[in-house]
């Protein structure tokens, strides 16, 4: 049998699960972040230099580290592009929770489903001897790993918006996150996320899901907007980024001793 996958669990049970944003590609600083007590972390291959051995590093890491306050923080891996064969590797690896990007409709939505599920189910390709099922000591791997593995997707044009009620109907979606940089561009306000505007689409789009009766989830730093957004009930929260928090911890602490 798979391992639970407390993340989706939590996801379905409605509960709130806050996270970090990790792009650092490095099996060092994922065990470092997966140690925080954050109950998941966004290991990034979209917009950051990780191909699929360094993933592994980093799911390796990220299980070897010891959990502050015994919080498990989830490994939440988003593939480089909607595309069945990065999402079998990644699932190989051991992955059990996805963010898939750039999910337009609802008939994307349903090839990242399948891309994620064994025949019939869907189209994921078997291989016998994969970390995900110990190797090929659990054999019944193939017959459960559905029922652990967690797909997320991301909606991110003002065209997506659109579509969220159709992509929150397609089976084995278990949650939408809202990306809230490329929504922003999507709309005529490049980088500018606190547009009114970009703001009020947000708004309206993680309460929208809710109502679908699935989990809306966005990244978002501030950390006012971010328990704004808990409040209208996002559920899985990325509240910061490593590599920002890093960038900004390093400015300020020269800035202590070399003011502008």
Known sequence: ????????????????????????????????????????????????????????????????????????????????????????????????????????????????????????????????????????????????????????VQVETREALAEIEAIAAVEGVDGIFIGPSDLSTSMGHPGNHRHPEVESAIRDALVRIRACGKAPGILMPDRERAQDYLALGAQFVAVGLDLALLRQGLADTLAAFRPR
């Open 1 to 152: 049998m798979p391992p639970i996958n407390l993340f989706k669990q939590a996801l379905q049970q409605g509960r709130a699960q806050i996270g970090i944003w990790s792009s650092l590609p490095s099996p060092y600083v994922s065990e470092l972040v997966a140690g925080a007590g954050y109950e998941w972390m966004l290991l990034d291959t979209e917009h950051a230099p990780v191909d699929i051995p360094q993933m592994l590093q980093q799911l390796q890491a990220a299980a070897a580290a010891r959990p502050a306050g015994g919080i498990v923080t989830t490994p939440v891996v988003r593939p480089a592009w909607n595309d069945p064969v990065l999402i079998k590797r990644f699932l190989d690896l051991g992955a059990q929770t996805l963010l898939v990007p750039f999910v337009q409709n609802a008939r994307e939505a349903q090839a990242a489903v399948a891309a994620t599920r064994f025949p019939p189910r869907g189209l994921r390709g078997l291989g016998g001897a994969m970390r995900a099922s110990n190797f090929g000591r659990e054999a019944d791997y193939v017959l459960h790993a559905h029922e652990q593995t967690c797909v997320l």
